[in-house]
Every structure is written in C-alpha cells, then in structure tokens.
C-alpha cells in the first residue's frame, strides 16, 4: 500500500513540473502588454500561377512513304543530325500477286493502243500525201498517237516501279528512297528493316517511319488551371524547374494562351507555351517533365510578417497589425 502511495506522489510531482515548465514558457513568448511577439524579416512576395507541362521542340514533324512496301535499309539512327534531302529509307516494293498482273494487263492495253494508233498514223501519212486525206483528220490521227505512247511510258514506268523499286529510263530517274523534308535531329525511328509501309495518300494517313525535330529551338508546353489563367498576359516572365535537373532553373516568357479549356478529369485547364530565354548554359531534352512559375507580381527586399498577424478591414482595402503600446492593454495599429 505505500508502494502505490509513493507513486502517486511522483506521479502528481511530474505532473506539476510538466504544467509549469509549460506556462513558464507560454509567459517568455508573450510580452507584458499580453501581445504575443512575431519576427520581421527581409525577403521577397511572388504571386504566381503554376503551369504543368513540358519541354518539346517547337516544330516536329512525321516522316511517310508515299509508295508502298517493305523496308528495306534505314540509313539514319535516333539522335542523328540530318539535313533536307538525306536518305533516311530504302523501300522494296512488295505487291500482291493482282496488283502484278494488273500492272502486266495495263501494259499489253497500252502497248496494244500503241500500235493500233501507230497503224492507223502511217495509214494517214499515206492519204494525207496522196491528198485524199484532210490536214484535220491528219492531226487527229497524230494526236491519238502522242497520247498512246504516253499511255504505254506510263504502264512501263509503273511496272518496272513495281517490279524494280525504281524508274530509270526515259531519261529522268526516280527511287523508292524516302529522304528528310527538312533538317533536324531524328527523335524516333518507328520502322525498321523488313518492316510493311503504308503509303500516304488523300484517302489514309499512312505509316509513320519517323519524328524529326530542331532540338536547337525548344520550348515549353503546359497548362494552367481555369482560376489562374485570367490573371496571366502574353510576356509574363517565367521560372521553370526541370524534374531531371533540379538543381537548375531556367527563365523564359508567356507567349501563348489557349483561347479555349480542355476538361481533363473534371477540372479546366489552358494551354500555355513559354518560350526559354536564349544563352542559358543548360542541355534541354525533349520531353523532359518541367512546372513553370507565371510571375505575375513581385515584390523584393521588403519586411515580411506573417499573414495571420495581419488584420484586414473594408473588403481587404485596409490592412494592419497590432504593435505594443505604452500600457499592456493598449495596442496600437
């Protein structure tokens, strides 16, 4: 029984010294006034709006074969720099057994017009000299037989394309070689060797072979919520933070606003583009995963306190804090 009895005792000692080690504490923090004191620092406000996005060059286009086949050879690896006009495929024409005979039947028809307007030509040489023959009738006849050896080039050519890959005669040569519309760096190589191509015409889109892009002009594509965007003006400066160098900031402008949402689980949001501020001293990639900082007010070098201590009156138009007076109970504003 005096066992417990002396730890109750020590119990309510504890206690006691808990309470007041507790409210000596409280009594350091609050001045005699009875005003609890904050500290006033130098430093800097930023209202901002925050933007979710990107880094992506600005122009990136897909490469696509406008003939049909099979892959062949690709010249190009991804990262390659290349220049308008380099070989990037070879395509080997690869056609189904009816598109071959179809192809041999439109030459036999081409060739068989060929000749027919050919007889039917020499026929009116013949009359046209011996004057039986109208000098109209005589051009109609010319006529049709230009328009048939076009006709029969025009079978061969599509032949020997289909056979061949290439076109070599008549004197201009043409290849199954799909080049680069223009010069950049080849981000993506969607086909290789042996691979089937689908070629890009008016009624389908067409295989994409690959995605080139000039990774010298880079800039920032994201979007911001629908509460910040009628803050934000074209020129606004802004502060990205790249997710794989987070040690490096790098400065650019607004330079686009979506003039329309997209809803993306249930929330509106705009597009915006940054464009990055030439000379930073930084490798950028594209799609590196970026937050950009929409400065839209800033204040430097100025005394901060902390919002709680602030008292605001008239709809926020008056602003004040309480400092010590000359008595405890009488604050001044």
């Known amino acids: 029984m005096g066992k417990v009895v002396k730890i109750l005792i020590g119990l309510a000692v504890l206690s006691g010294a ?3 080690a507790y409210a000596w504490l409280q009594s350091r923090d609050g001045a005699d006034d009875g005003l609890k ?16 996005g990107k880094i992506e060059p600005r122009l990136k286009f897909h ?26 495929f070879d395509i080997v024409p690869d056609p189904t057994p009816s598109e071959r005979v179809e192809a041999e039947r439109q030459l036999e ?12 030509a020499d026929r009116a040489n013949e009359l046209s000299l011996s004057g039986i023959l109208s000098r109209g009738d005589h051009d109609v006849k010319l006529q049709a037989l230009d328009q048939a050896r076009i006709g029969l080039a025009q079978a061969k050519d599509n032949l020997e394309l289909l ?25 993506e190589r969607l ?18 072979l690959a995605s080139i892009a000039e990774m010298k002009d880079l800039i920032f594509k994201g979007t911001v919520d629908e509460i910040d965007v009628g803050k934000l003006a074209l020129g606004l400066p802004a502060r990205l933070r790249i997710g794989a ?9 607004l330079t686009r606003i979506a003039p329309q949402a997209t ?7 705009f597009e915006v583009e940054i464009e990055l501020d030439p000379g930073q001293e930084v490798v950028l990639r594209a799609g590196y995963s970026a937050n950009a900082d929409l400065v839209i007010r800033e204040k430097k070098d100025i005394l901060l306190v902390p919002e709680r201590v602030i008292v605001f009156e008239d709809g926020g138009k008056k602003a004040f804090v309480e400092l010590p007076g000359a008595g405890p109970k009488s604050p001044v504003k």
């Open 109 to 120: 028809r081409a060739q068989s017009t060929y000749d027919q307007a050919q007889r039917e």
């Open 263 to 269: 809803e993306k689980d249930n929330a509106k949001l």
């Open 18 to 20: 808990v309470v007041g």
């Open 163 to 187: 056979q061949k890959g290439r076109i070599l005669g008549g004197g201009v040569g043409m290849e199954s070689v799909v080049r680069a519309p223009a010069a950049g760096t080849l981000l």
């Open 63 to 88: 490469v696509k074969s406008k003939i049909s086949g099979i892959v062949k050879r690709c010249h190009a690896e991804v990262g390659d720099r290349v220049m308008a006009g380099d070989p990037l």
């Open 245 to 253: 160098l987070p040690d490096t900031t790098i400065t650019g402008k």
């Open 191 to 208: 086909a290789n060797p042996g691979d089937p191509v689908v070629p890009l015409t008016t009624y389908q889109a067409g295989t994409d």
């Open 37 to 52: 004191k904050v500290e006033i620092v130098s430093g800097s406000i930023t209202d901002k709006a925050v933007a979710v």
